[in-house]
């Protein structure tokens, strides 16, 4: 498949063509003005050849300028990742630590061509995905000498299909959208889908392990991986194709996750499934966000493995879904290849009834095969376009500073989880952020020991101030939900910035045991420094 030949964006996920318009970005500051009372223009987009930039500090060798490129465009366009406070530094155009060359490898003895020179010359090597990390995970590091980005953005094909096991082996520069239009034709479908999946990559998936959009059942790139292929410094890591082993630990658990220290992942085989034919879908509504958790809960501990299974608190739901910000809202949404739905929704339906969910049966939307639209009326439809109506950048430099972090704790510990996390979080907003911030949850995954809650935050900031407020919120934010026994990211990766939460949770051991297997592959410490480990 030929590579995008489009220029990527420098101030949002994706490209040029994603980017917001002009007219956009005015009614943002509109919407923002009328809530922090303050007027703001959008910032001036800079000129990308009028960005002042730190020369090269390395020579690209005569044999790789043909897919490596120290160019102005090509360093600016892999500096940042896809947090916002990356995108407001891109549209004020400080671009402090770029890589010193981007390379373009078209196959593997490219890759490998790669991989040698900057071992040999003590490069650091930062796999860029589709550069949509929210963690700081694809940027230079700051306290080494050169750096050199890896795009595989040529390395965009499966490479072949067993339609009998259902797998499929996907380089790992290929697009969302290029998997799935690749798979049409067959019937299949990945059925892997983050909120960045029309710009983020399968081997960006595997690396930081990625989670899907749907709530149950395979909710992580992990359930989908059938092998893994990665070059190390030392050589290639490739694990045997299998639909399990119980033969020791799994080499592609050391895989994925490993966010670029290990390796460069080439390709893996994934498994796939028939693209769903019968769908159902329905909004619960709930006067009190606890008790549509326990109906949450309830419906999960069931097993019926509904695709869509996520609460919205009342804030959430009026902010995200149009709703009267006393009520809380239940989405619920199943699909099948093979099964109608209906029996399944309806079970579900009665377990949120019996915990006070109020839904009218007019409201419960099944397609039997018919392929009418399920899920886009009323307010599951508002939540809906807005879920998928991400658009990175739009409200950068306006004025308001927002946010999201997430987690997951086990269902026994959820209430006491979510006071402790809101009175944390919430003081902490209220002191950098004054009275106007808010604080919002909406479970984004749910398992049958637990939920994944995951927590928006907003209020007016000084203009200039972002970061050292957002500092203070993160901060606050990570120390709550360490201390209160959650996980310091569910879907979002560790990078850079969750290092030292990362370092808290897991087991001393473990840790040193990770850097033995980074020192073994990585003698020379060149891949992703400062990602996961001290540099």
Not at 188 to 196: A, D, G, M
Not at 509 to 530: M, Q
């Amino acid at each position: 498949m030929a590579a995008r030949k489009e220029r990527r964006s420098f101030w949002t996920w994706g490209y040029q063509s994603d980017e917001p318009s002009e007219n956009e970005r005015r009614a943002a500051a509109e919407r923002i003005s009328r809530r922090t009372g303050r007027v703001s223009e959008p910032p001036p987009i800079p000129d990308v050849d009028a960005i002042k930039l730190r020369l090269p500090r390395l020579k690209i060798p005569e044999k790789l300028e043909e897919f490596v490129s120290a160019s102005q465009v090509e360093r600016i366009t892999h500096t940042h990742g896809g947090h916002s406070l990356e995108l407001l530094a891109a549209l004020r155009g400080i671009f402090d630590n770029p890589p010193d060359a981007v390379a373009h490898p078209r196959n593997e003895d490219e890759l490998e061509a790669v991989l040698e020179w900057c071992d040999n010359s003590e490069h650091a090597v930062i796999p860029y995905g589709g550069g949509t990390s929210v963690v700081w995970g694809v940027n230079a590091p700051l306290d080494r000498d050169t750096a050199v980005t890896v795009d595989l953005d040529e390395m965009n094909t499966m490479l072949e299909l067993d339609e009998t096991s259902r797998a499929g082996r996907f380089q790992a520069g290929m697009l969302g959208p290029d998997v799935e239009a690749t798979l049409k034709p067959h019937g299949l479908t990945l059925r892997h889908f983050p909120q960045s999946f029309p710009w983020s990559t399968v081997g960006g998936w595997v690396a930081t392990r990625s989670g899907g959009h749907y709530a149950t059942n395979q909710t992580h790139i992990d359930d989908f991986v059938e092998s893994t292929r990665m070059l190390t410094p030392k050589g290639w890591f490739e694990s045997r194709r299998l639909p399990g082993s119980g033969a020791g630990p799994s080499p592609d658990r050391l895989v994925i996750g490993s966010e670029g220290t290990l390796g460069l992942i080439s390709d893996c085989w994934l498994r796939l499934q028939k693209r769903p034919v019968y769908r159902a879908t329905a909004g619960v509504a709930f006067s009190s966000w606890q008790a549509g958790a326990e109906a949450v809960r309830h419906i999960v501990q069931t097993k019926l493995w509904p695709a869509n299974l996520r609460i919205l608190d009342p804030l959430e739901a009026a902010n995200a879904a149009g709703m009267d910000g006393e009520t809380a809202l239940l989405i619920v949404g199943f699909e099948s290849g093979d099964v109608r739905q209906g029996e399944n929704m309806r079970a579900a339906i009665n377990i949120a009834r019996e915990f006070g969910g109020v839904v009218d049966d007019d409201d419960v939307h099944i397609d039997d095969g018919g392929g009418s639209a399920t899920g886009r009326q009323g307010a599951v439809g508002a939540w809906r376009d807005a879920f998928i109506g991400v658009n990175a950048g739009l409200t950068a430099g306006l004025g308001l500073l927002s946010d999201t972090f997430e987690t997951a704790i086990t269902w026994d510990q959820w209430p006491a989880f979510d006071g402790e996390v809101r009175e944390r979080v919430g003081r902490a907003l209220r002191e950098t952020l004054g009275e106007d911030a808010q604080l919002s949850c909406r479970f984004t995954h749910v398992y049958a020991d637990g939920p994944a809650p995951y927590y928006s935050f907003s209020g007016p900031v000084e203009i200039g101030g972002e970061m050292e407020r957002w500092q203070v919120i993160k901060n606050a934010a990570v120390d709550a939900v360490i201390d209160a026994g959650g996980t310091v990211t569910h879907h979002h990766a560790v990078g850079r910035m969750h290092r030292d939460g990362w370092e808290r949770q897991r087991p001393e051991l473990f840790g040193e045991v990770l850097r033995a297997a980074k020192h073994s592959l990585d003698p020379r410490g060149i891949l992703n420094p400062g990602v996961l480990f001290d540099s």
